[in-house]
């Protein structure tokens, strides 16, 4: 083989690997942007913002537990007086 014929075959190589690597990094790109726009706060339906209203709920049932403890205990020292 010439010089030439190395060259263009190494060119063709360069070429079709790099166009893989576009190809690839597109399809990864665009693959992972629908997983992390799942983890952005966007007014309701992404998952951030579910688990931020199950985090809201549960410490609102802490403070109502709480609540009901506290007049429970008091109940109770009220009755055994």
């Known amino acids: 083989m010439t010089v030439l014929q190395w060259a263009q075959t190494l060119a063709s ?3 079709f690997a790099l166009f893989t690597i576009s190809i690839t990094n597109w399809l990864l ?3 992972l942007k629908g997983y992390l726009s799942e983890l952005k706060p966007n007014g ?3 998952m ?3 688990l ?3 985090s809201r709920d ?3 049932q802490k ?3 709480a609540r009901l403890e506290g ?3 008091q109940h109770i020292e009220e009755s055994a007086k």
């Open 63 to 65: 403070i109502s537990m």
């Open 58 to 60: 549960v410490t609102e």
């Open 29 to 31: 790109k665009s693959w």
């Open 48 to 50: 951030k913002d579910q």
């Open 52 to 54: 931020n209203q199950i």
């Open 71 to 73: 007049r429970f205990t």
């Open 13 to 15: 190589f360069a070429t």
């Open 44 to 46: 309701g339906s992404s």
